[in-house]
């Protein structure tokens, strides 16, 4: 792969050290339009990664969605190359792609109305939303796996995203190439004993919310909220794909497999 100055767009977190760090850049390289860009250079954290994912699945389809070449200068970088101003492009053209698809949710709320469908690169997320446990049902392909979880809620993560969310609650590192999706519960109650599972990619998860009146759930897309919810399906899209670039020797799945010898 290969750019020139002037083909690449910049975009920052709110963080003043990545705000400062993209209009370096910029003032270097020059800023194209996000669709017009041949790469998107992500600066921040993971936070800013995700976050320009998102603005790139917003690209029309039909139309060539860029890579995306993330710079660290935010908190957690797992997702991101070191911050160095100079030969952006050519670190760019030696770089190693890998390619991730997102999930679908679609959601109902809790009187059975369609909710706007949203993208996760990373997770969806059932919580709790006040005091009370939430009591959930689990479903895949629709047979039912958990008539009745209880608990802080549960979520979906993709490989990219396993390393998130998902490893916090204690939920499994994916490699990229593995073909699998992440079933986590959060802080179960019960079942006691169950620890989640591992999917094909294929598979489809339906959660529904049972006693939703008396313990609401809200549903989180990569954080993007929609509360109450009643039920919800959760499916990778499979006809969406999005591109991020690594230096070389430091490929995603390169950091997948590290993360699960960190001790």
């Known amino acids: 792969m290969t750019t020139a100055p002037g ?15 993209a209009a370096a850049l910029r003032r270097r390289y020059g800023d194209a339009p996000l669709r017009e860009a041949a790469v998107v250079v992500a600066v921040g954290g993971d936070g800013a990664m995700i976050d320009t994912l998102h603005q790139i699945l917003g690209v029309p389809a039909g139309a060539e969605r860029p890579p995306v070449f993330g710079m660290h200068r935010g908190t957690t970088g797992f997702l991101m190359n070191a911050y160095a101003e100079e030969d952006l492009p050519d670190r760019i053209a030696r770089a190693v792609p890998s390619t991730i698809f997102p999930l679908r949710m679609r959601a109902q709320d809790v009187d059975g109305r369609l909710l706007p469908e949203e993208l996760a690169c990373n997770e969806v997320a059932l919580r709790r939303m006040y005091g009370l446990s939430a009591r959930l049902r689990v479903s895949i392909d629709g047979e039912v796996r ?3 979880l209880v608990g802080d809620g549960v979520l979906v ?9 998902n490893r916090s ?7 990229l190439d593995a073909g699998l999706l992440a ?5 179960p109650m019960r079942p006691r004993r169950w620890t989640g599972a591992l999917l094909p990619r294929r598979a489809v998860v339906q959660v529904d919310v049972l006693s ?13 909220q929609l509360v109450p919810v009643g039920s919800v399906e959760i499916a990778e899209a499979r006809d969406l794909s999005l591109r991020l670039l690594f230096d070389e020797g430091h490929a995603l799945d390169e950091r997948v497999l590290q993360e699960q010898f960190a001790f």
């Open 7 to 21: 083909r690449l767009a910049f975009t920052a977190s709110a963080a003043p050290a990545a705000i400062a760090a």
């Open 146 to 148: 958990v008539p009745a």
């Open 157 to 165: 993560a993709t490989p990219a995203g396993s390393t998130a969310y």
């Open 169 to 175: 609650a204690h939920g499994p590192i994916i490699p």
């Open 183 to 187: 079933l986590t519960p959060i802080c």
């Open 212 to 224: 939703g009146d008396t313990r609401p759930v809200a549903a989180t897309a990569d954080q993007r």
